[in-house]
Every structure is written in structure tokens, then in C-alpha cells.
């Protein structure tokens, strides 16, 4: 099991790209966060679609409640009309205008990073925008290995299901490497119980992932890397 690190993003409260505000998660944020939650298709991979707000709400929660944990909801902004999104969109500066919450994305605990996305959004290139601004963050609040400081990392990793081709592209394209698939690493019941995960790791801007420094913690286990 891999070690959770007390370094996270918590001193920051919001992320802004173009297109895109990312900022930390709330517990009444239930009710924004359930759509996504409750989609059959967000959480295909995952398990654990819940139903309710008060679901919704302690999934938010657990979460928090963890003290490495970093949630940030993504929310788009309001954008022009030529947009097949603009009927249903709220506007982000304006406070009577319901947000438009398309996903929640973060760190379960450092270095690892996690997201889900509903899938009305996909195609319009949110997610990898929401993914490149949330590394451009975690590069400058974890601090590099040179730093002596405990919890300091050069490098990034994330898992996702080895069928799971969006995400898998998703990491791709944001620099992420495929270090290899881990047999039978988590179960997810709605795909048949123990299902084979494809690790992924990115290095801090400037260094390579095949020389940074790896504590046993979050190294693979060599048995059970299939590919």
C-alpha cells in the first residue's frame, strides 16, 4: 500500500485556465458534484456511483477526511453562444447563474493523481486542460526531492483501468509514460470484480522519469506487472 504524504495543495484555493476554473472541494458541494457522481458512464471504471445528495455527501466526506487529500471541482466557465453547450451552461461570475460542474480532479495523496469527468463534456479538450493546470500546480507546491523537505517528490503517478482507453489517452497526452499493467490490482464489481490497471508516472518539468528517484512505497510490484 502506498505511503500518503502530508505535502498537498491546500494553500490553494483555485486553479484558472481559459476555459476552466478548478477549486477546492466542500461538503456542500454534494449536490453540484452529483450528476457526475451518479452517472453510470463517470464512474464505469470506478464503482461506487452513489444516488442521493446525502450519498454524494459522504463521499465528499471520506475524502476530506483523509489528510492528504486534495479535491478540486472543475467547473467550466460560462462561454459564448456558438457553443453546443451554452443553453444549459451557468456563468461562473455571475452568482445567480447555477455553476456548471463538469468533474472533480486531484490528489488521493501525494504523488498520486486521480479525476473523474462526466461524459456530456468529453471532446472539447476540458479534461486535459483541467489535468496540464492542476500539474502545473502540483509542480510548484510539492517540493523536488533536492529539497530535503519529507514528502518531496519529482514525479507524478496515476492509475486507471488497462481497458480504459479515454483516460488512458487523457494521460498520454498530458506527458504521462505507461510504466506497466498490474494484474488483477483493484476490484470493481460492476466490471466483474479484480481488474488489471495500467500505472502511469510523469517526471517534474526538466527530468526523466526512468532516472528520478522511485521510494519503495510507490515502486511496482514486479510480479504483478504483466506488460
Not at 476555459?19 to 461506487?48: C, F, I
Not at 471520506?62 to 459564448?80: C, H, M, N, T, W
Not at 472533480?104 to 463534456?121: A, E, L, N, Q, T
Request: aromatic share 8%; net charge negative; with cysteine.
Amino acid at each position: 500500500m502506498s505511503t500518503q504524504y502530508s505535502v498537498s495543495l491546500a494553500g490553494v484555493s483555485e486553479i484558472e485556465t481559459e476555459r476552466l476554473m478548478l477549486r477546492q472541494v466542500r461538503l456542500d458541494d454534494a449536490h453540484l458534484l452529483l450528476p457526475t457522481l451518479s452517472n453510470p458512464k463517470s464512474m464505469e471504471w470506478l464503482g461506487g456511483m452513489v444516488s442521493t445528495i446525502e450519498e454524494s455527501r459522504d463521499w465528499i466526506a471520506e475524502r476530506l477526511a483523509r489528510p492528504a487529500y486534495d479535491g478540486f471541482l472543475v467547473q467550466l466557465k460560462s462561454i459564448g453562444s456558438g457553443s453546443d453547450h451554452s443553453s444549459n451552461l451557468g456563468d461562473i461570475r455571475d452568482p445567480d447563474s447555477p455553476p456548471k460542474i463538469i468533474g472533480i480532479m486531484g490528489s488521493p495523496g501525494v504523488p498520486r493523481i486521480g479525476y473523474i469527468f462526466h461524459p456530456h463534456f468529453s471532446g472539447h479538450g476540458y479534461a486535459t486542460e483541467a489535468l496540464q493546470a492542476y500539474l502545473d500546480a502540483y509542480w510548484k507546491h510539492v517540493p523536488p526531492r533536492s529539497s530535503g523537505k519529507g514528502g518531496s517528490f519529482d514525479f507524478a503517478r496515476a492509475m486507471t483501468d488497462a481497458d480504459n482507453v479515454p483516460s488512458r489517452r487523457l494521460l498520454e497526452r498530458c506527458g504521462f509514460s505507461l510504466q506497466g499493467i498490474e494484474k488483477n490490482n483493484y476490484d470493481n464489481p460492476g466490471k466483474g470484480g479484480l481488474r488489471d490497471e495500467a500505472f502511469y508516472m510523469i517526471a517534474r518539468p526538466g527530468m526523466d522519469v526512468k532516472t528520478v528517484y522511485i521510494p519503495p512505497s510507490e515502486r511496482q510490484r514486479p510480479s504483478d506487472i504483466i506488460s
